[in-house]
């Protein structure tokens, strides 16, 4: 089975542009989780979907936005990016939505904002 | 509110030796535990992970933890470490939320580096 993949898996942006990270799931798998990793803050929660439906939302400005389409797949947006959103964002998918389900995390996209 | 904390920053260990990366969490029910490692420009794999039962867990690649809840730690410990352990480990607590399995909250993690 293919693991989770992310595109693209490198993006450099300037301040005050916007973009669009892809993820796509493990096949079969319904629910896709995004996170944000950066040295000083670590991974951070930013938001879950499942069955196209945002379940849960970390804490993060507006900016930040996601969607899931009806193959699970799912693209996270951010607006007017600033110099701290240089991060790399890691997608995760799980089958469904039990807390035992691992989630299964992808390379990642690293986004660099100049 | 839940957090997890993963005292040591850096460990370097000699290729052979045991290893302990400690963990400690607080959470107000039952958690869930996860370890993952992340190797240089690599997405994060699972370890092991803890939901009842037996305290000590067996995972991946010789890697096993044990669950104390007194201590409200789940430490992460491998015999023999090998060069290719070299990566950064995330100790992880997760649960159930309202029918979501909601986010996991992860520690700061612990960069390995192994001395041959």
């Known amino acids: 089975k293919a693991g989770v993949t992310q595109t693209p898996r490198y993006l450099i942006k300037t301040r005050g542009q916007q973009v669009t990270l892809s993820c796509s799931p493990i096949?079969?798998?319904?629910?896709v989780s995004w996170y944000q990793q950066t040295p000083g803050q670590g991974l951070q929660f930013l938001f879950e979907?499942?069955?196209?439906?945002?379940?849960n939302k970390g804490n993060f400005p507006g900016r930040f936005s996601g969607r899931q389409f009806s193959n699970s797949r799912s693209e996270m947006n951010v607006s007017t990016l600033e110099l701290g959103d240089s991060a790399l964002y890691l997608c995760?998918?799980?089958?469904?939505?039990?807390?035992?389900?691992?989630?299964?995390f992808g390379p990642g996209t690293r986004l660099t904002v100049l | 509110a839940q957090s997890v904390t993963q005292p040591d920053i850096h460990i370097t260990v000699s290729e052979g030796a045991s290893l302990e990366l400690r963990c400690n969490y607080s959470?107000?029910?039952?958690?869930?535990l996860f370890w993952y490692v992340q190797s240089p420009g690599q997405g994060l794999q699972l370890l092991l992970k803890?939901?009842?039962?037996?305290?000590l867990v067996q995972g991946i690649k010789g890697f096993e933890a044990e669950f104390k809840r007194s201590q409200s730690s789940f430490n992460l410990r491998k015999p023999s470490v090998h060069w290719s352990d070299a990566a950064e480990y995330f100790c992880?607590?997760?649960?159930?939320?309202?029918?979501?399995?909601?986010?996991?909250?992860f520690g700061k993690g612990t960069k390995l580096s192994v001395k041959p």
């Open positions: 995760a998918s799980t089958s469904g939505l039990a807390a035992r389900d691992t989630q299964y």
């Open positions: 992880a607590v997760g649960g159930n939320y309202g029918g979501s399995q909601g986010n996991l909250i």
């Open positions: 959470y107000g029910a039952t958690p869930y």
């Open positions: 803890y939901f009842s039962g037996d305290t």
């Open positions: 979907y499942f069955s196209e439906t945002q379940r």
């Open positions: 096949s079969g798998h319904r629910s």
